[in-house]
């Protein structure tokens, strides 16, 4: 059995999410950032810009967990323009024995957590730069 880690990277309403979701079995397998802001109890979702760095640590404990749980298909799903924080899973994923799988999502189904336009621009210009 090889087990994947599938690294999900992307602008705000690029697909990474809905991608996700394709890949596994158990929606708890997929892991973003963004799920640091969502109320489990409401699903509602309350971006608060401050806690982006403890949303992401979060977000890297929770992945470490379900690797060394052993869990086949493993997702995280977030923007990750920059080449570190690619590097930082794919090593997770080497370290734990799972084959790293980048994909960068370039979709446009617009954002469903109301990212200000002038903020998606600024994703869109760094994306477009990270691509080169």
Same mark, same amino acid.
């Given at each position: 059995?090889n087990k994947t880690l599938y690294i999900l990277r992307?602008?705000?309403?690029? *697909?990474?999410?809905?991608?996700?979701?394709?890949?596994?079995?158990e929606p708890r397998h997929v892991v973003e950032a963004?799920?640091?802001?969502?109320?489990?109890?409401? *699903?509602?979702?309350?971006?608060? *810009?401050?806690?982006? *760095?403890?949303?992401?640590?979060?977000?890297?404990?929770?992945?470490?967990?379900?690797?060394?749980?052993? @869990?086949?298909?493993?997702?995280?799903?977030?923007?990750?323009?920059?080449?570190?924080?690619?590097?930082?899973?794919?090593?997770?994923?080497?370290?734990?024995?799972?084959?790293?799988?980048?994909?960068?999502?370039?979709?446009?189904?617009?954002? @469903?957590?109301?990212?200000?336009?002038?903020?998606?621009?600024?994703?869109?210009?760094?994306?477009?730069?990270?691509?080169?």
């Amino acid at each position: 059995m090889n087990k994947t880690l599938y690294i999900l990277r992307g602008i705000p309403g690029s *697909g990474k999410s809905s991608l996700a979701q394709l890949l596994v079995d158990e929606p708890r397998h997929v892991v973003e950032a963004d799920d640091y802001f969502t109320d489990p109890q409401t *699903g509602k979702y309350h971006f608060q *810009g401050r806690l982006i *760095g403890e949303a992401h640590k979060c977000c890297q404990e929770r992945v470490a967990q379900l690797l060394d749980l052993g @869990i086949e298909r493993v997702v995280v799903s977030n923007t990750s323009l920059r080449p570190q924080d690619v590097r930082l899973y794919t090593k997770m994923a080497e370290d734990a024995g799972y084959t790293p799988f980048v994909i960068r999502c370039e979709n446009d189904f617009g954002n @469903i957590h109301g990212v200000p336009e002038e903020k998606m621009e600024m994703f869109r210009a760094y994306a477009r730069c990270a691509s080169r």
